[in-house]
Structure formats: C-alpha cells, structure tokens
C-alpha cells in the first residue's frame, strides 16, 4: 500500500477511536459475509480501490464465491442475494448517497422486516464507518499493491 500521510503514526488517538467502532461492528448480530458486501458495495459508489481490494479479499477467504463479488455492482438484478442482503445493499446506497436518495419509510420499513431495531442501528453504523474509512483512505492516497 502507498500513502500520503502515516495516519496511524500522526494521529494515533484519533485512529483509535476510528478502529474502535470497527471493533464493535465486528462484534455485531449482522451476517459478516453482509457486513463484506456493504463494505464493498460502499466502496465501489466512494471509488475507494483500497477497500475495495481489501474487503474482496477478506470475502473471498470467507467462502465468498466470484459471481457475487463480480455481480455487487448490479445486486438488484441478480436473484442470488439473500432478502436480507439485498434490503442491507438497498440502505447502504441510500445512506452512502443521503444527499440525493435519503432514507426513505419505505425503506426503512422494508429494513425492519428483515432486522429488529439494534440490527437496523448496526447496519447503520457498519454503513457509517466503511463510509468514513473510504474517505480517510481516499483522503490519505491509499492505493492497494498488486499482490
């Protein structure tokens, strides 16, 4: 990996308390193999190639299989995502873009089908966080190395 800055030596309080909330979404009730794919989904709308790279590569040692990581970009079209990933994918598209799409009753009923209301707040924060890992990787000229 290339970088700007070494944020983790400049800011280490700071990226602390980032990592922590990664920590407690890790512990969370959501699904990892979803918690992967929102992180990736994410990614691919910011344009983070590092999280893209990263989170396809710890999905794949999951068990993820190809066709699902090729197809996330086109998960409404595809029938091999279970109901509850596609509703997760649906809400980390509209928070990731809540400029333009918001998080609309609909949506969020549609959510609290699948999920109870810890869940719903997990699923947000999970969003959140990849969503601010993108922009600090982003930000700091994070770009993966040919492996």
């Known amino acids: ?19 922590e909330m990664e920590k407690y979404t890790k512990k969370s009730s959501i699904n ?9 989904r994410v990614s691919q709308i910011n ?13 794949r040692k999951m068990g ?3 066709q699902r990581l090729y197809c996330l970009n086109a998960w409404n079209e595809c029938t091999f ?9 649906e809400l980390s598209e509209h ?12 949506l969020y009923k549609r959510v609290r089908e699948q999920y109870d209301e810890k869940q719903y707040t ?18 700091m000229g ?3 190395t040919k492996k």
């Open 32 to 40: 990892r193999t979803t918690r992967e794919l929102i992180k990736i």
């Open 81 to 89: 995502y279970t109901p509850e990933e596609r509703v997760a994918l």
């Open 142 to 144: 994070n770009t993966p």
């Open 64 to 66: 993820e299989t190809e």
């Open 122 to 139: 997990d699923l947000v924060l999970i969003i959140n966080q990849i969503n601010s890992l993108n922009r600090i990787s982003i930000a």
């Open 1 to 19: 990996m290339s970088q700007r800055v070494s944020y983790y030596d400049v800011a280490p309080e700071g990226m602390k308390i980032v990592m």
């Open 47 to 59: 344009g983070c190639a590092f999280c893209i790279d990263t989170h396809t590569s710890d999905a």
């Open 95 to 106: 928070i990731t873009l809540i400029p333009t799409k918001r998080v609309p009753e609909e």
